[in-house]
């Protein structure tokens, strides 16, 4: 069962110092009170205009979810575990566990180009697509323009407006935000480019890809790539520029390589913990990603997916945050002990899970001091 041991409190806290967005904490499940009191500070969150959350808490393979406030307010349905969370960024893991897989089996090389493998006319007019390396491409220091600024997000609409090739379009012809290599520059790009890469060197849908290398293998049956719309994806987002109750649901603005996968908190977990568990099933990939990192200082790096950050307290930890209108997810996994924390609220308010966050770490912290 769980416990909140000093251990535990600290990697908390470091979650929240880190990551600056969504965490939550690890509770007894047969500590009714604590749970509720838990229960009660996040329905203070929804209080403060936030519609609903999911809060997925794990230490050494025993998992909790907190499932809370409403998944759409129109019809007044309730968040449920089962709920598909539109994860966003943290797709890019994904896409990332992907590339690893191609990489060790010998059918991509980082040190090469999207060019060397992209076919010209995809990729044309995309500066440093053809001199940026794919670890430059995974660790975001490839200086490829992100095309999701303001301009993309105000002609977003449908599912049907993002994909690889409207992405990039986007940007051709634009100049280079630095040389690659010599400076660091989160881009959604350069994911758009990996799923290329990716479908180009094995002739397979992306989406194929994830299913054979980590879905089917994982037996993660709620989670699915673009799968918006089925049953499972319920949760209805909640604001857009000055309007904090336009319901963001049928704006698909990040469904692709970058952003593209839907799961289950449970079925995220599981991910993590294949790849970051020392006998995950993907344990390979999840050692692949960490095998080199970019000094960002204050002890986070960026690896080749996920950031890695080395706390004062001595943990060590991967995380990695998405947020698009209406949804705000962050994932981290403590290396040791073995952690796993998922946050989703259906808002545009980053701060307010912050927030919450923070105060649940006081509440375990008074809770082991007792």
Known sequence: ????????????????????????????????SLNSRIAARIDETLAEGVAGAIVLLEMDGERQVFSRGLADQATGEAMADENRLRMASVGKLYTAAVIHRLMLDGQIDLERTAADYVEPARIEGIANADIATIRQLLNHTS????????????????????????????????????????????????????????????????????????????QLQATGYNVYGDPHDRIHGYGRGDDADFDTFTLQDNNGADGGVLATANDAATFLDALFASDGALAEIGVSMLSDKIDRGNGRYRALGPTYVEHESGLTLVTHSGYIDGYVTTVVRVLSPDITVIVHLNCSEPQLAGTLARDMLFMLAAEGEG
């Open 143 to 218: 200086g490829i323009p992100d095309y999701y600024d303001d301009a993309w997000e105000a002609q977003v609409s449908t599912i049907a407006r993002n994909t690889a090739d409207t992405t990039l379009d986007h940007i051709r012809g634009r100049e280079a935000d630095f040389a690659p290599g010599e400076d660091s520059g989160y881009s959604n790009s350069n994911y758009q480019l990996l799923g290329l890469v990716a479908e180009a060197v094995t002739g397979q849908p992306l989406g194929d890809l994830m299913d054979s290398i980590i879905f089917t293998p994982l």
């Open 1 to 32: 069962m769980f416990s909140a041991p000093r251990f535990l409190i600290a990697a908390a806290t470091a979650l929240a110092s880190l990551t600056g967005a969504c965490t939550a904490q690890p509770v007894a499940p047969d500590d009714t």
